[in-house]
């Protein structure tokens, strides 16, 4: 159905996240690149964000951003703030969305009642299902309990769910009983266009992107490289810097630890890496894969839910046990076997084109958004 006239977006920010906290882990030009392209086809954009500062960073599209400022309060309280939201920042009748999109499910019960009391659909968007996540990873305990009934609510009342990937949807409708029909498979989405082949010289053999933390397991990227002779460089930032630092000093294994970088940057990085790799112990549908894969890199990956899934075992990646040894005996083929590498990187460049463009996903999201208007 053809839509005429303007619409109204309203993007619910996660609890305690604010736009300074994309700028800041170097991924705001990432995050906002669907609300951009929506702005463009006639589309209202607003973001209601937990910024605690008046200066929040500006966007190349219009777009209006309401953040969390002055009403602060303790951070381990952001939970009250967005409990009141709602009524504390009901907009006026122009800026009132027809549609409402969650950043993340697990944080949407402001989303919920801002579009009972503003009467607009509510889209349950995620790019991770929590209870799927500790539930992979075995967790248990009252606070899991509480936050997997309350991600439940959320798709529940949902008028669609808003998953990157078909297991995803499966585990929505059979753990958490959600009606099928209102599901919705839209992957991540990569900017084909900014992440694509480039010709430059590699300076390292491997690369891995993501954050500094155990679940990431960049240790075990270390100790297979120890004795190859292979210079690795990790992109990310969290607690695990130091300690990676000395498992690589103890290994004598050539490391080079870079801090978040802006996400324009990163096309360049991944081009003159041999290898992309990553072993995390859990993904969702990791966004820092994708892109490697729309570089035409050859990538390496854990058999790990999200992983195993994304990579096709040698056609569009390579998947090994999180074993040492294994991982060794894999990077050190890859690197060695040019031809490989290029069969590889262009099988993987051209699924993610096909599949995860950011073209591919506005379409889908467009449609799904028109298909709420013409409901109401």
Same mark, same amino acid.
């Given at each position: 159905m053809q839509q005429t006239g303007r619409r109204e977006l309203a993007v619910f920010l996660s609890n305690g996240r604010g736009l300074g906290d994309w700028q800041r882990l170097g991924s705001l030009s990432r995050e906002v690149a669907l609300y951009r392209r929506l702005s463009q086809s006639n589309w209202g954009v607003s973001f209601y964000s937990y910024d605690r500062t008046r200066e929040i960073p500006s966007l190349d599209f219009p777009s209006r951003t309401t953040p969390q400022w002055p009403w602060l309060l303790p951070r381990r309280l952001d939970a009250l703030y967005g409990a009141a939201l709602p009524l504390l920042r009901y907009p006026r009748a122009e800026e009132r969305p027809s549609v409402i999109l969650t950043n993340q499910a697990h944080s949407g019960w402001p989303a919920i009642a801002a579009a009972k009391l503003w009467g607009a659909k509510l889209v349950a968007r995620c790019g991770y299902v929590y209870g799927e996540r500790e539930e992979v990873a075995g967790h248990t305990g009252l606070h899991v309990k509480r936050r997997r009934l309350e991600e439940r609510t959320v798709f529940r009342l949902a008028d669609r769910c808003l998953v990157p990937t078909a297991e995803l949807a499966d585990w929505?409708? +059979?753990?958490?009983? @959600? +009606? =099928?029909? *209102?599901?919705?498979?839209?992957?991540?989405?990569? #900017?084909?266009?900014?992440?694509?082949? %480039?010709?430059?010289?590699? #300076?390292? #053999?491997?690369? &891995?992107?993501?954050? $500094?933390?155990? *679940? *990431?397991? /960049? /240790?075990?990227?270390?100790? =297979? $490289?120890?004795?190859?002779? %292979?210079?690795?460089?990790?992109?990310? &930032?969290?607690? !695990?810097?130091?300690? $990676?630092l000395r498992i690589a000093d103890e290994r004598k294994v050539a490391l080079d630890l870079i801090p978040s970088v802006e996400n324009d940057r990163l096309?360049?990085? %991944?081009?003159? =890496?041999? %290898?992309n790799v990553n072993l995390s112990r859990w993904e969702g549908h990791p966004k820092a894969l994708i892109e490697a894969m729309a570089c035409g890199r050859a990538c390496l990956?854990? #058999? &790990?839910?999200?992983?195993?899934?994304?990579?096709? /075992?040698?056609?569009?990646? !390579? @998947?090994v046990s999180p074993d040492a040894d294994e991982i060794r005996t894999a990077v050190t083929t890859l690197v060695a076997d040019d031809e490989r590498r290029a069969r590889l990187g262009a099988a993987a460049r051209a699924h993610a084109v096909d599949a995860f463009s950011l073209d591919e996903v506005f379409r889908r999201v467009r449609t799904l958004l028109e298909e709420l208007l013409a409901e109401r």
């Open positions: 929505l409708i +059979d753990r958490y009983g @959600i +009606d =099928a029909a *209102k599901v919705a498979v839209v992957p991540n989405y990569v #900017d084909t266009e900014v992440f694509r082949p %480039l010709e430059q010289p590699s #300076d390292v #053999d491997v690369i &891995s992107v993501g954050r $500094l933390v155990e *679940k *990431k397991r /960049h /240790h075990l990227l270390i100790e =297979a $490289l120890a004795g190859t002779g %292979l210079r690795a460089r990790i992109i990310g &930032s969290g607690n !695990w810097r130091e300690r $990676l096309p360049g990085l %991944l081009n003159r =890496a041999r %290898l990956g854990a #058999d &790990s839910p999200g992983i195993r899934n994304l990579l096709d /075992h040698g056609r569009t990646g !390579w @998947i």
